[in-house]
């Protein structure tokens, strides 16, 4: 038989063609077996005509069919990469635009915040559900979730079915997997690090803790003398650390969500401090159609053969590394990738039960966090804050209790910093409200709430 992948998200038109590449590419997982899974059939048939269309014009072992049943999707699966996002581009647009109405704008909105903790409500139930589908139909799958916010999402599914072998990834990762990266940065040739450096964090906040060349040298004092963005070279003054997204550090530290001119209207596509510009759905969603489009043309009935390499190049494409992980994982592979999974005592001074993002080796034996040795005392204790955060977060999302979700929202950095209790609990209620078809667990929980009251009226 062979090996099965499972793909959750699998209409996805940026994410999918790379994935498939990478397949047909790989020679241990050319031969094997997908499933797309998506609930827009629509997107799903496209990507399924697309993979058809690869297949036939580059003769691969590959094949590839499709379901819009995610349980079904599951059955017998060996590896499930994941990524989804409920409610899309609209929701997106809400998760930013709401917030700043009451002053808090961040640039991206998916990891922390108020748009961050939506997001999670949004997708976590569903990841839940995969792992629990997964625990019963492939128990020995691996499960590998490119969802944000990502520890979130690994603690969501680690509470759901805990049993299942359930990780997080993130395309930032590329940066200290990259030879020519780590390079740059250090003002040397790329043969002179020695890599793996010692990375330690949690996801979207983690950093480069040492860094050295093949002579031996500590790299991080070169690293120090030629940082120019102020982002870095306020971590490495202020911690001694090397951020490897440092956009999206800024998310984790309130005092650096700033705009640069007063908010007037609208919290897509203004500027913020440090050269950066928030997210706008507008041009999002304008790059997804200008994808969906390319596909739609490359399977129409009259369209001649698409090989691997009109596939475009994403601007993600370095950082996806699940193939190679899943190659490490069946060829004994013996590699160093940096993943997210749970702590027990990867980081000493982070919780055993935080999901962190740290260095693994990964083989035939599975996939084992390498000991990254202590944060800075200063910097752990800020993240420790985050995940007693994120704990919050996941308890709310999986049970819809709206109590639960104010616990979050009054956790939140963010909104502690911007926000009074009065103002805290509004938009919690308006962003509730905006999300509501994609809160099933919720719109439940506000309906027994509703029938109880009514009960206890009646009695009296």
């Not at 002179?192 to 990375?199: K, L, T």
């Not at 860094?211 to 102020?230: C, H, I, K, N, S």
């Not at 070279?233 to 490897?244: D, F, H, I, N, S």
Request: some cysteine; glycine content about 8%.
């Amino acid at each position: 038989m062979p090996l099965k992948v499972t793909i959750i998200g699998g209409g996805s038109s940026s994410f999918v063609p790379i994935l498939i590449r990478r397949l047909m590419q790989s020679p241990s997982l050319g031969g094997c077996a997908v499933t797309l899974m998506d609930v827009d059939e629509g997107r799903l048939g496209v990507m399924q005509s697309l993979a058809d269309k690869l297949i036939a014009s580059e003769g691969s072992a590959l094949t590839v069919d499709s379901t819009s049943d995610q349980r079904d999707s599951l059955v017998d699966a060996d590896f499930v990469i994941a990524a989804i996002s409920v409610g899309g581009m609209d929701a997106w647009a809400n998760d930013l635009e709401i917030p700043g109405r009451y002053g808090v704008v961040m640039h991206v909105g998916d990891s922390i915040g108020p748009g961050g903790i939506m997001r999670a409500f949004r997708n976590a139930p569903v990841l839940a559900d995969v792992a629990r589908n997964a625990a019963e139909v492939a128990p020995d799958a691996w499960i590998f979730n490119y969802t944000n916010p990502a520890p979130i999402e690994a603690l969501a599914m680690r509470a759901a079915a805990p049993q299942v072998k359930s990780y997080a990834l993130c395309s930032c990762t590329g940066h200290p997997s990259s030879r020519e990266w780590l390079a740059e940065q250090a003002g040397v040739e790329p043969h002179e690090i020695a890599m793996p450096p010692v990375v330690a964090g949690i996801n979207h906040c983690a950093s480069i803790q040492q860094l050295r060349l093949t002579d031996g040298r500590d790299a991080m004092p070169l690293v120090r003398e030629r940082a120019t963005q102020p982002i870095v070279k306020w971590a490495l003054e202020t911690y001694g650390v090397l951020p490897y997204c440092w956009s999206h550090w800024t998310e984790f530290f309130p005092q650096m969500q700033r705009l640069e001119a007063p908010y007037s209207g609208t919290a897509q596509g203004v500027a913020m401090r440090y050269g950066i510009t928030t997210h706008d759905m507008a041009y999002e969603k304008a790059r997804e159609k200008g994808l969906e489009e390319l596909a739609a043309r490359w399977t129409a009935p009259d369209a001649g053969p698409v090989t691997l390499a009109d596939l475009p190049e994403g601007d993600e494409d370095e950082g996806i590394e699940v193939i190679e992980i899943i190659e490490a994982i069946v060829d004994n592979g013996n590699v160093t990738r940096v993943v997210n999974a749970l702590n027990h005592g990867a980081i000493p001074n982070l919780p055993d039960n935080a999901i962190v993002e740290v260095n693994a080796q990964i083989n035939a034996y599975g996939i084992r966090p390498i000991q990254a040795g202590p944060l800075p005392d200063a910097l752990a204790a800020h993240l420790n804050h985050y995940f007693n955060f994120q704990q919050h977060v996941v308890k709310a999302a999986l049970s819809g209790d709206r109590k639960a979700a104010l616990h979050a929202f009054l956790l939140d950095p963010t909104l502690q910093a911007n926000l009074d209790l009065d103002q805290t609990q509004s938009l919690l209620d308006e962003m509730l409200d905006a999300n509501r078809r994609w809160l099933p667990l919720f719109e439940a929980g506000q309906a027994a709430a509703a029938s109880a009251t009514a009960a206890n009226t009646t009695a009296r």
